[in-house]
C-alpha cells in the first residue's frame, strides 16, 4: 500500500494567520491555545481568517475482536452490534454530541460480528469479515481482508471529502479494540505492554491482568513484523483500525483536516504516519484519553490534546467535544477587530495600522 507524498498545510496562511492575531485586539498570546488552533485552521483551508467549519463529518469504523473472548472487556461482544443500532437511531453519545456541534454521523461496518440483514447496506457494503481474528493466537486479517479493509477507510475518505465535508472525524465502535489498539502502539513505540494495558470499559484487577497477558502475547507475534505498517495490522490490528489507518491517511492526501479521538484512532493515525508520513500534520488531537496508550500516541506524533476531560468512550466523542472550541478560533481571527480598526492602542501605546 502506498500513498503519494503528503502536501503539508499552506505556511504562507499559517504565517499570515500569526501576524494577523498579533493586531488583534488583545495582548500576543493571551488566548493561548485558540489562537493555535485558528492558525493551524487557516494553514490546512490555506486562507486567513480560516472559515468555521460547515461540514464536520464524523465516521464511527465498527468491528469487533476475536480477543474480546479473552475477558478484556466489561462488556460482551454483542454491544458492538447494539451500539451500530443505536448509533444508526441517534442515540448514542456520539450523535448527542454531533449534534450540539454541527457534526453528521455515519457508521460503517468493517467486521461486526453479526448478520447484516437488517443493517442499511450503506453501513455494510466494505465489511471484510464478521470479527477480526484474537491477535494473542492468530493473525488478526487474511492479506486480502487487510488490503479491502485499507481500501474501504480510503474509499470512505474519499466519498465525504467528495461531497463537501470540510472536517473529518474518525470515531470507533468495538468491545476489546482497545487491545489490538494498544498492541499497535505498543509494537511501533517498543513500549512494555503493562504501560499500555488501560481500564477500558471499566475492567477490574482481574480483567486488566488478562489484557496485559493477551496484550504480550500479541506483542510477541507482531514485532516480527513492525517494520511493515500494512503486515502490522494484518497480523495485530483488525478490519476497523485498518479502515480508519486508510481514512486518516486519505484525508491528507486529500488536504483535509481532520481530529483524532482516542485510543482507537491514535493507533490508527500511529500506522498511518507510518504509510503516509507527514499526514499528522493535517491532524489535531481532540481529547486525552484515560487510556494511558494515548499519552505514548500523542508524544509520538507529537500532539497536544484540545480537551482533558478524563473521557474513554471512544466513538469520536472526544473529538466532537473539540469542535466548537475549533469554530471560536476561527471566528476570533475572522471578526475580531484590528487594534487599527478599533482605534485601540496597541503594545507600544501606539494606535496600530490595520493592514
Not at 462488556?75 to 449534534?99: C, D, I, K, W
Not at 491514535?266 to 494515548?294: F, Q, T
Request: net charge negative; aromatic share 4%.
Amino acid at each position: 500500500m502506498e500513498f503519494p507524498p503528503i502536501t503539508p498545510p499552506d505556511q504562507q496562511a499559517h504565517r499570515t494567520a500569526v501576524a494577523r492575531h498579533d493586531q488583534l485586539t488583545k495582548p500576543a498570546g493571551s488566548l493561548g491555545r485558540l489562537e493555535e488552533l485558528g492558525v493551524w485552521m487557516a494553514a490546512c483551508q490555506g486562507a486567513c481568517p480560516p472559515r468555521p467549519f460547515a461540514r464536520a463529518q464524523v465516521v464511527v469504523f465498527a468491528g469487533d475482536h476475536g480477543v474480546a473472548t479473552q475477558g478484556v472487556s466489561a462488556y460482551p461482544a454483542e454491544v458492538t452490534r447494539q451500539m451500530v443500532g443505536t448509533f444508526l437511531s441517534g442515540g448514542a453519545a456520539v450523535n448527542v454530541l454531533a449534534a450540539s456541534a454541527g457534526a453528521a454521523v455515519r457508521v460503517v461496518d468493517m467486521a461486526v460480528d453479526a448478520d447484516t440483514d437488517d443493517t442499511p447496506p450503506a453501513v455494510t457494503r466494505h465489511k471484510v469479515r464478521r470479527s477480526s481474528g484474537r491477535i494473542d493466537v492468530e493473525d488478526a486479517l487474511s492479506q486480502a481482508e487487510v488490503d479491502a479493509a485499507l481500501a474501504a477507510g480510503i474509499a470512505t475518505a474519499d466519498e465525504e471529502v467528495d461531497r463537501g465535508s470540510d472536517l473529518l472525524i474518525a470515531g470507533d465502535m468495538g468491545i476489546g479494540n482497545t487491545t489490538p489498539s494498544a498492541v499497535l502502539i505498543a509494537a511501533l513505540t517498543g513500549t512494555e505492554p503493562v504501560a499500555v494495558a488501560g481500564r477500558g470499559t471499566g475492567i477490574d484487577d482481574a480483567g486488566w491482568m488478562r489484557k496485559t497477558a493477551a496484550i504480550r502475547d500479541a506483542l510477541r507475534r507482531a514485532r516480527p513484523v513492525v517494520a511493515d505498517p500494512v503486515e502490522l495490522l494484518r497480523v495485530a490490528g483488525g478490519a476497523d483500525l485498518a479502515a480508519m489507518t486508510g481514512f486518516l491517511a486519505q484525508a491528507a492526501v486529500r488536504r483535509t483536516p481532520a481530529v483524532l479521538d482516542g485510543v482507537a484512532s491514535g493507533a490508527a493515525a500511529m500506522v498511518a504516519e507510518r504509510l503516509a508520513p507527514g499526514a499528522r500534520l493535517w491532524w489535531l488531537a481532540g481529547h486525552r484519553s484515560m487510556e494511558p496508550a494515548h499519552d505514548v500516541v500523542l508524544e509520538n506524533l507529537e500532539l497536544a490534546p484540545v480537551l482533558d476531560l478524563q473521557l474513554r468512550l471512544g466513538e469520536g466523542s472526544g473529538a466532537v467535544a473539540a469542535l466548537p472550541l475549533l469554530q471560536m478560533a476561527a471566528r476570533v481571527l475572522a471578526e475580531m477587530a484590528t487594534f487599527g480598526d478599533a482605534g485601540v492602542s496597541g503594545p507600544a501605546g501606539d494606535v496600530v495600522p490595520a493592514e
